[in-house]
T-cell receptor
Framework: AQKITQTQPGMFVQEKEAVTLDCTYD???????LFWYKQPSSGEMIFLIY??????QNATEGRYSLNFQKARKSANLVISASQLGDSAMYFC???????????FGQGTRLTINP | GAGVSQSPRYKVAKRGQDVALRCDPI?????LFWYQQALGQGPEFLTY????????KSGLPSDRFFAERPEGSVSTLKIQRTQQEDSAVYLC???????????FGPGTRLTVT
């Protein structure tokens, strides 16, 4: 069975600092994808970044990068130069290629302090 | 272009009433998903359509939940005889293979009293 674990219920970071949000996953499949979504207080889930299990390089999208360590089954999100607008819930999710659905972790609430 | 839209945004139902939640996916997105998000939790999968075909309904919690997408675009999630445990935010998402990312709508917050 799939499982996504996010061990940090809450994180507090000073503006302009970098922050790493942890995510570990469990799957027996060889082909899968890992995602990070941001959910502000408005409730909408915003896609941030995607990493395929066969991708050799870590994914990057602007200030977001995904630290993918396949052997450790971890897919941490790194946000560089944090901004006040980054305050939100962040969810890690996994998709196995056989099944289309996303399986989400419990989320991490990130608060950026001025 | 327009994103995924959902209506209504908020719904209050008395226990035992039937409700219908609507999702308009992004134009051209053949895949459509429904998720349920309880307060303080991550979203949980309910069901998945590819065009008009419902390919996976393994996440529907009971036979009171029914989803359809008759013309392969708009989808409706129906909950019959609502119970208090059905209170949650219902999220719809769409995607266009071979891209993997799913784009979510704003959700419908259902409160059953």
């Amino acid at each position: 069975a799939q499982k996504i674990t996010q061990t940090q219920p809450g994180m507090f970071v000073q503006e302009k600092e970098a922050v790493t949000l942890d995510c570990t996953y469990d799957t027996s499949d060889q082909s899968y994808g890992l995602f990070w979504y941001k959910q502000p207080s408005s409730g909408e889930m915003i896609f941030l970044i995607y990493q395929g299990s066969y991708d050799e390089q870590n994914a990057t999208e602007g200030r977001y990068s995904l630290n993918f360590q396949k052997a450790r089954k971890s897919a941490n999100l790194v946000i560089s130069a944090s901004q006040l607008g980054d305050s939100a819930m962040y969810f890690c999710a996994m998709r196995e290629d056989v099944a289309q659905k996303l399986v989400f972790g419990q989320g991490t609430r990130l608060t950026i302090n001025p | 272009g327009a994103g995924v839209s959902q209506s209504p945004r908020y719904k209050v139902a008395k226990r035992g009433q039937d409700v219908a939640l609507r999702c308009d996916p992004i134009s051209g997105h053949v895949s459509l998903f429904w998720y349920q998000q309880a307060l303080g939790q991550g979203p949980e999968f309910l069901t998945y359509f590819q065009n008009e075909a419902q390919l996976d309904k393994s996440g529907l919690p009971s036979d009171r939940f029914f989803a359809e997408r008759p013309e392969g675009s708009v989808s409706t999630l129906k909950i019959q005889r609502t119970q208090q445990e059905d209170s949650a935010v219902y999220l719809c998402a769409s995607s266009r293979p071979p891209a993997y990312e799913q784009y979510f709508g704003p959700g419908t917050r259902l409160t059953v009293t």
